[in-house]
């Protein structure tokens, strides 16, 4: 039978008596609701072992294997998006203090936070060292010896490596840390400041197609420029709602201009034989990309994943009455099925209940769970759950086809969930007051003049923070500032952020 | 035409009068002869642009693009090898001081070492962190955490991280490091010693089939108990003799016993409901696996890659006489059949001559250069020439196939070359003085007892260091050891080490 057939019949199935409707009784502990989100998150971080928090120092924590598969496949999704016109690479961790020390508004972003090494064994060091925060100051020395001609230009580089901040705010797993572990940096080198800028689009387009795979809605903005990156013409930030309504920058790419290049002397021959400073960008996202994952899809059974990044993509459970082995047989057949489609598929052939199984692939997020018991054989067909509930009784040589549509069907439910529930949690404001209220609970969009006096009253005034002029709005009518009472067509996001 | 067809015509072509054979004129530096292999291992790196030495910090190097594929390939065979069975994790760089400092073996063979970071901003931490220079101290607190009982037995983690090392001696690109980037460390606990030392053997069966793939044949020997990781019950070491004769540590395998499990207090529950110590192995490779490749196999035009790990497994490059476009067609037909075939190929269309395109492709260590001319298309063949020479015409239907049977070919060759050049430089030696003089042009192999004092006096008188109990020997008849005379059959590779 042709596996690619359309004609799959398949019908939404009752409860058939096998209690998987109902929750299990289970030893493991239940997640919090996920309506108390703070909770949630960090108790589904270490039931579905993602991340643990109980290493020794504060901010550093572990990658379960669990939690290292999925990094593994959503980096890989980034590596993708950005081999084909793009050198990956690897530049040292440690910087000497001279090199950290030379751009001045660079430096100020980042001196508070900077971890510093000392010593090599007991004998203080001549120089300094300090650890990345991030990695301008050790490429773009390099980027100067690298870079002779117009022909080396553009260049552009990623690396994926641990970076440090010395946060005194309070830490989060994956969100707010003191090592970051997981920071993908893009640097680009090019003649003119225009096609820098063009870089910084390139960038957002295929940071916005990253999360679009991860089924993960954002708000793309220009950031105001009291919040522009240290050393930047501007920036432009990607921020996803999470579900307590406050916002998450989850990628950032930077307009350089010339300012690091006069600094680092990075200059290149032009057609004429003229020396010329390169244009520069830059831009990097880091495993915060992974907590709007979870924190967006997931429910209050556990994780919600898309199929494209779970590591197990189908979990098939065996439902045994009577005689073991001949439904464990049509099990592993059905398993090494999906495996020839290079299906991330586990066979549960544990000795724990159904319930207790159903349960644990849940809490991971796993997109498609198969059961057969004896019945389902007897009628060549296979029960196929989908991690949002749906289920439909599958005939049994279909199931490969069958699988891959329910694949495509949940990553398209699960945006548009998270599109309207991102949605649901922004609203137009039309005065300060009505700001306040709704930055409680969500995101407001205002009108804002542009001016940096407007702007810092309004932060002041409402108590949340402008995320910068909406790149992604409709067009508005012309509205007065909230501030000044100008008019203007420009938007601005305001959220308390993480 | 069937691509797999065995009916390949081939035949060694004659030069053509195109030149290839000679050495092109070219812009770029000449590489040093590799019997030169200091001067010539420092300026491949550079030129091939594998790793940039001009950063900043002695000791910390930067991987250029091409040699960060390399890195890619390189390792994406060792997650290939350990995947299956061990799960892959990332631990916290940074080791508080009172963790590092709790193993007192550990501490002494490492303490002149450690970097430490001091200062967070500008405050001093109220704990000192050191730079991991190995992973012991920052995994085991949590293997406490994650072992309870004997079901959670055995655990086998890994991660590819950055160590570091305050070095004093003469750094060396990825020989000696400050900065070791691409550190593998794997870590496993069991319940008993015996599936401790059971896994050690596995690990260094992994570790030779890796090496395999890399077509690099290698020393194993059972390090004397001086040498042995700080903390072990004992070491084994893989070791390549490098082309000065002198041998290069590429990978070691630790077994632990319960020597960190008392310290770090990891204990489990076992089948009688008792407390149990977990007996440890561990094992690592670090970026020497590339400086081995590299050496082992390079010539004096550059570098020469096996197959398997090559960024660019095939070049194509026109020759063009007469009419361009043509030719680029056919060159673009070739490039497109054989990317269906996943091979990494890269078609060099630029203005260069071909002779130059040779040069700068042998220097990369391509391991097959397809050319195509007008005379070539006439006759619907394509000129194939391996990394090693060897050079054919090929019927243009049956390239594929031709290519991935020459590729295997040069591998084999690749092994079975770097294998005599190994045998040649191991010699049996019989007193004092015979090991003195081979161990200045290559390894000797001698009796040893196996006491210390005799061990160390062999060290001292010879000068040059024990690898320890060769376990790769034939088995060798009863001979007198070096010093004391004593009969044994037990043999000692001695070698000066990178």
Known sequence: MDPNSQDVSSDVKKGQGRGQDSRPESKEAKLPPKSSFSEWYHELLKAAEIIDVRYPVKGMCVWFPFGFALRRSVYGIIRELLDPDHYETQFPLLIPEQEFMK??????????????????????????????????TAIYPMFKLWIRSHADLPLKVYQII?????????????????????????????????????????????????????????????RPSWDKFPGADYSIALDVVMPDGRTLQVGTAHLLGTNFARTYEITYEDQKGEQQYVNQSCYGISERCIAALISVHGDDRGLILPWLVAPTQVVIVPIIFGEKEPILEACRQLEGALKQDRIRVVLDGSDERPGAKFYKWELRGVPIRLE???????????????????????????????VVKEAEDLSAVLYSRALELMKSKIKDVHNVEEAREQTLIGVARAAWCGSVDCGHEMED??????????????????????????QTFATTYLARQY
């Open 103 to 136: 751009e001045a508004d660079h430096i100020k972003g980042f001196e508070d936070e900077v971890y510093w090494v000392t010593h090599g064994g007991t004998s203080p060091l001549d120089v300094k060292l300090a650890l990345r925060p991030t990695s301008e």
């Open 162 to 222: 641990n970076t440090f901040r010395y946060e005194t705010k309070h830490t989060r797993p994956l969100i707010r840390l003191r090592e970051i572990t997981s920071f993908k940096e893009a640097h680009t080198a090019h003649a003119t400041w225009d096609e820098a800028a063009e870089q910084v689009e390139v960038a957002v387009k295929r940071y916005a197609e990253f999360y679009r795979r991860l089924a993960v809605p954002f708000l793309e903005s220009k």
């Open 372 to 402: 057969l018991g004896p019945r389902d054989i007897k009628n060549g067909v296979v029960t196929m759950v989908r991690r949002d509930g749906v289920k439909k009784t599958v005939p049994i040589s279909d199931v490969r086809s069958a």
């Open 461 to 486: 005034r409402v108590g949340a923070n402008l995320l910068g002029e909406a790149r992604d709005g409709q067009q508005q009518p012309d509205r007065p500032c909230l501030i000044c009472g100008k």
